[in-house]
């Protein structure tokens, strides 16, 4: 079975800095999907990136960036110049390319702050 | 841009009686899930629908639930008999068809309150 793991329950970050949340897992499978989601205080879950695990570059979508280490199993985000807005839950999630069988596989999630 | 909507967002029930939560998901996306999350815990996976069946669920997702697509557009989740345990935020998911068709987009939630 497929888990996901999230070591850092809690984080914090001044505004304007960089921060790195990471996220391990483990599969057997060899083809499969990892996304970070944001879940901000309206509870809105909100995808903020995803990456094949196929493709051996890194997924960035302006300033958030992923380092996807295959052989390692981790899949960390960097968030660039933190906002406010930025302060949220974070997780990882998993997804195994199989069929109609699709379903996400959650970690624990990381709780940012970003501080002004 | 289209989007996931459930109703209601907040639905306040009393032990054993029958809640159904109610998601639309995005009009050309045949690929709908359940996930719920008790307050403070992981997001948990329920169940996934595909072509007018269940195409997988979870050990959680007992005789208790059930799903079903009334009307080509609803996508709805029933609880028959709820229990306290069953307090959660209860979030809906679709996703396509396609090559591009692994990203799911969720609803805002409802909030089940059982007391």
């Known amino acids: 079975a497929q888990t996901v793991t999230q070591s850092q329950p809690e984080m914090s970050v001044q505004e304007a800095e960089t921060v790195t949340l990471s996220c391990t897992y483990d599969t057997s499978e060899s083809n499969y999907y990892l996304f970070w989601y944001k879940q901000p205080p309206s509870r809105q879950m909100i995808l903020v990136i995803r990456?094949?695990?196929?493709k051996q570059q890194n997924a960035t979508e302006n300033r958030f960036s992923v380092n996807f280490q295959k052989a390692a199993k981790s899949f960390s985000l960097k968030i660039s110049d933190s906002q406010l807005g930025d302060t949220a839950m974070y997780f990882c999630?998993?997804?195994?390319?199989?069929?109609?069988?699709?379903?996400?596989?959650w970690g624990l999630g990381t709780s940012l702050g970003v501080n002004p | 841009e289209p989007e996931v909507t459930q109703t209601p967002s907040h639905q306040v029930t009393q032990m054993g009686q029958e809640v159904i939560l109610r998601c639309v998901p995005i009009s050309n996306h045949l690929y709908f899930y359940w996930y719920r999350q008790i307050l403070g815990q992981k997001v948990e996976f329920l169940v996934s629908?595909?072509?007018?069946?269940?195409?997988?669920k979870s050990e959680i997702f007992d005789d208790q639930f059930s799903v079903e697509r009334p009307d080509g557009s609803n996508f709805t989740l029933k609880i028959r008999s709820t229990k306290l345990e069953d307090s959660a935020m209860y979030f809906c998911a679709s996703s396509e068809t396609g090559q591009v068709s692994y990203e799911q987009y969720f609803g805002p939630g409802t909030r089940l309150t059982v007391t």
């Open positions: 990456q094949e695990a196929y």
């Open positions: 629908f595909y072509n007018n069946e269940i195409s997988e």
């Open positions: 999630a998993f997804m195994k390319h199989a069929g109609n069988n699709r379903k996400l596989i």
